[in-house]
């Protein structure tokens, strides 16, 4: 019994951090992987610091590819934008991001083709849980963002939204729920204002 116990253990123990924050796990300060995000956040900072301070598009090009750990293609990024990890985050083609955007990806950000993001917009898919004991807990729940969507300047999307295709979301607006295909959402917290008919 106690050997079948340890296997599990072990096994548990080599599954990587970043992958269990992608499957939602609650990841606890003494977590034997724990280290390894602030030493990514770190490495990350450190190539930002670069692409932020560069003033060439291709060069901006090339340093947020290295962040992410893939190819971009036709994405445009007004810099400086602001990322704890890249390597959970996904680009379509023909993506606008504006300035001073925070990503905090550990839990997965998918942003589709034709997407525009305004200034100072946040994306957070980083949570706490509500248990006073675990709050140094960390969860983590992806954002997707589809095709066509407009995210307005200093709108905040949260932890495991969807927003839908073709849809706005105003200026300012902290989202916490899903926003439909084809409408606008507006306001703190976020509620439907309308629908966009093509």
């Not at 990350?44 to 090339?62: F, G, H, R, Y």
């Amino acid at each position: 019994m106690s050997d079948s116990n340890n296997i599990s253990d072990s096994t548990s123990v080599q599954k990587d951090i970043f992958e269990r924050l992608l499957a939602g796990e609650t990841i606890f300060p003494n977590d034997l992987q724990i280290g390894r995000l602030r030493e990514e956040a770190f490495a990350v900072k450190a190539l930002l610091i670069q692409m932020n301070n560069s003033s060439d598009p291709e060069e901006i090009t090339q340093l947020l590819s290295r962040i992410l750990d893939k190819e971009i293609q036709d994405v445009a990024v007004f810099t400086p934008i602001y990322i704890n990890y890249g390597k959970h985050i996904s680009i379509g083609k023909n993506v606008f991001i504006n300035f001073d955007c925070t990503f905090l990806a550990l839990g997965g950000i998918t942003i589709e083709d034709d997407v525009l993001i305004g200034p100072k917009v946040s994306l957070i898919t980083e949570n706490h849980p509500l248990n006073p004991q675990d709050r140094k807990g960390l969860i983590g729940k992806p954002i997707l963002i589809k095709k066509n969507a407009w995210i307005g300047a200093n709108a905040t999307i949260l932890p495991g939204v969807t927003i839908g295709e073709n849809a706005v979301v105003a200026a300012g607006a902290v989202v916490s729920k899903n926003v439909p295909d084809n409408s606008i959402v507006g306001g703190i917290p976020a509620k439907f204002l309308k629908d966009i008919y093509s």
